[in-house]
């Protein structure tokens, strides 16, 4: 019998790429992986399922991690589940090329920036350009050189390395300004709170007594500040005023301020630095000249700062307009009697905490009713222009005269937007603080109310 011929074996389908080889160089070389830590996991791209086989072999044996696709949209998919660190793209795919491949993947969600190489026979510039604008990161042409490969991958390891560096970095810097922004949200808070603390310690704005009106103005630069003024009653004929201006801006001077107005309270007179009992057990006002200097020496021997203060302190004689004044290197007040004349009083003094064994004086002021006086802080006469121009006790002398119809707080309110207007600004640089006395002379007995 004549044996049957064996059948032909049908000759293995090929790919488009399956006739040249896929890479070139000695693999075995090479065998380890690039050192480094941000290139793990790789994605090959190909339609070619004989290059896929042949590129993973590579990269395995190199250590990596490394997952298939055969299509720009399969490799979509994936990477919608899978986080990669490279890709490794043909170019020339149907349906969906390398190059939209890379357009739709930068323009997808992943939260891990992957370096993208472009395989390709194309390497003209203007397909190199094109590349890059789509999002490729590098190129490497057909067929494959194992070192090219590897020198590229090197270059994605480093650049990855130190996107990731940056990233996070950035992160570590993201959640320090979260938790500097929640720190400056409750000093936000707590400054709110003790501005608010601080206003209160001057809580009425107009105060009137039998013989004279005393209005007060109080404006921090910024959230506190150290300015404070006041007035106390002493007994039925007598009232305290002052206004004090710490150094500097701020808590430090916010505190001091409080702390020495704290002395000067009409809220408790038994503290009040400046009272003292008299013979027949009511309250007098000690002399002016000493309360300075016992402020002074308490700042000196109680307090650990290098803060001064300038302080003005009057006892003013309601019966009788008299008034003693002590200058701690507080500006000049203002005198403007009920004429209309304007002047400046006083010759200025040690402020308070700079010399130890300072001495101090007082000057009297005698005030006939219908006259005012004006104690004010240098943050009025020191306001500037946007050019720098400084008001000064000129300036301030052509706002009292301009305003001398303004009476009380409404006198202040004037002040201060006159002097928004000088300035330019509604925040005021430095703090503004003011005490305002016009005084009517005290109405006898039979005159009735």
């Given at each position: 019998?004549?044996?049957?011929?064996?059948?032909?074996?049908?000759?293995?389908?090929?790919?488009?790429?399956?006739?040249?080889?896929?890479?070139?160089?000695?693999?075995g070389?090479?065998?380890?992986?690039?050192?480094?830590?941000?290139?793990?996991?790789?994605l090959?791209?190909?339609?070619?399922?004989?290059?896929?086989?042949?590129?993973?072999?590579?990269?395995?044996?190199?250590?990596?991690?490394?997952?298939?696709?055969?299509?720009?949209a399969?490799?979509?998919?994936?990477?919608?589940?899978?986080e990669?660190?490279?890709?490794?793209?043909?170019?020339?795919m149907?349906?969906?090329?390398g190059?939209e491949?890379?357009?739709?993947?930068?323009?997808?969600d992943?939260?891990?920036?992957?370096?993208?190489?472009l395989?390709?026979?194309?390497?003209?510039?203007?397909?190199?350009?094109?590349?890059?604008?789509?999002?490729?990161?590098?190129?490497?042409?057909k067929?494959?050189?194992?070192n090219?490969?590897r020198?590229?991958?090197?270059?994605?390891?480093?650049?990855?390395?130190?996107?990731?560096?940056?990233?996070?970095k950035?992160?570590?810097?993201?959640?320090?300004l979260?938790?500097?922004?929640?720190v400056?949200?409750?000093?936000?808070?707590?400054l709110?709170?003790?501005?608010?603390?601080?206003?209160?310690?001057v809580?009425d704005?107009?105060?009137?007594?039998d013989?004279?009106?005393?209005s007060?103005?109080l404006?921090?630069?910024g959230?506190?500040?150290?300015?404070?003024?006041?007035?106390?009653?002493?007994?039925?004929?007598?009232?305290?005023?002052?206004?004090?201006?710490?150094?500097?801006?701020?808590?430090?001077s916010?505190?001091?301020?409080a702390?020495?107005?704290?002395?000067?309270?009409?809220?408790?007179?038994?503290?009040?630095?400046a009272?003292?009992?008299?013979?027949?057990?009511?309250?007098?006002?000690?002399?002016?000249a000493?309360?300075?200097?016992d402020?002074?020496r308490?700042?000196?021997?109680?307090?650990?700062?290098?803060?001064?203060c300038?302080?003005?302190?009057?006892?003013?004689?309601?019966?009788?307009?008299?008034l003693k004044?002590?200058?701690?290197?507080?500006?000049?007040?203002?005198?403007?009697?009920?004429?209309?004349?304007?002047?400046?009083?006083?010759?200025?003094?040690?402020?308070?905490?700079?010399?130890?064994e300072a001495e101090?004086?007082?000057?009297?002021?005698?005030?006939?009713?219908?006259?005012?006086?004006?104690v004010?802080?240098?943050?009025?006469?020191?306001?500037t222009?946007?050019?720098?121009?400084e008001l000064?006790?000129?300036?301030?002398?052509?706002?009292?005269?301009?305003?001398?119809?303004?009476?009380?707080?409404?006198?202040?309110?004037?002040?201060l937007w006159?002097?928004?207007?000088f300035?330019?600004?509604?925040?005021?640089?430095?703090?503004?603080?003011?005490?305002?006395?016009?005084?009517?002379?005290?109405?006898?007995?039979?005159?009735?109310?």
């Amino acid at each position: 019998m004549t044996p049957k011929p064996k059948p032909k074996r049908p000759k293995a389908r090929q790919t488009r790429d399956a006739s040249r080889p896929v890479v070139t160089g000695d693999v075995g070389a090479v065998a380890t992986r690039i050192e480094g830590d941000a290139i793990r996991r790789v994605l090959i791209v190909d339609d070619s399922r004989a290059q896929l086989r042949i590129l993973s072999a590579v990269l395995l044996r190199w250590g990596y991690e490394v997952f298939e696709a055969t299509s720009g949209a399969r490799a979509l998919e994936l990477l919608a589940r899978e986080e990669v660190d490279l890709i490794l793209s043909d170019w020339m795919m149907p349906e969906m090329s390398g190059l939209e491949f890379c357009r739709q993947f930068r323009a997808s969600d992943n939260a891990r920036y992957a370096y993208f190489i472009l395989l390709t026979l194309r390497n003209a510039r203007e397909d190199v350009a094109t590349g890059l604008s789509a999002g490729a990161d590098d190129f490497l042409s057909k067929p494959l050189d194992v070192n090219e490969l590897r020198a590229r991958i090197a270059a994605g390891e480093r650049l990855i390395a130190t996107q990731r560096e940056l990233f996070e970095k950035n992160r570590l810097l993201g959640e320090a300004l979260g938790e500097l922004q929640l720190v400056y949200d409750n000093i936000a808070r707590d400054l709110v709170e003790a501005r608010n603390l601080q206003q209160s310690l001057v809580p009425d704005e107009h105060l009137r007594f039998d013989g004279a009106d005393v209005s007060l103005l109080l404006r921090a630069s910024g959230h506190v500040g150290g300015d404070l003024v006041g007035a106390f009653e002493v007994n039925d004929t007598r009232i305290g005023l002052y206004a004090i201006d710490v150094s500097g801006h701020g808590i430090a001077s916010a505190l001091l301020a409080a702390r020495l107005a704290g002395h000067l309270t009409r809220a408790n007179p038994d503290q009040n630095l400046a009272l003292t009992h008299g013979p027949d057990g009511t309250f007098v006002m000690r002399p002016v000249a000493e309360i300075c200097a016992d402020l002074n020496r308490m700042i000196h021997d109680e307090m650990a700062t290098e803060l001064y203060c300038t302080l003005l302190i009057i006892d003013v004689d309601l019966a009788t307009g008299h008034l003693k004044v002590a200058q701690a290197g507080h500006p000049a007040p203002l005198l403007q009697n009920s004429a209309g004349t304007v002047s400046f009083l006083g010759g200025g003094g040690h402020p308070i905490g700079l010399v130890a064994e300072a001495e101090y004086k007082a000057f009297d002021v005698r005030m006939s009713p219908g006259d005012r006086l004006l104690v004010y802080s240098d943050g009025i006469t020191e306001s500037t222009t946007p050019d720098g121009l400084e008001l000064g006790q000129d300036g301030l002398e052509l706002i009292v005269r301009r305003d001398a119809g303004l009476k009380g707080p409404g006198f202040l309110d004037a002040l201060l937007w006159e002097l928004n207007e000088f300035s330019g600004s509604a925040e005021p640089a430095d703090d503004i603080s003011a005490v305002f006395l016009e005084y009517h002379g005290r109405r006898s007995r039979d005159e009735g109310p």
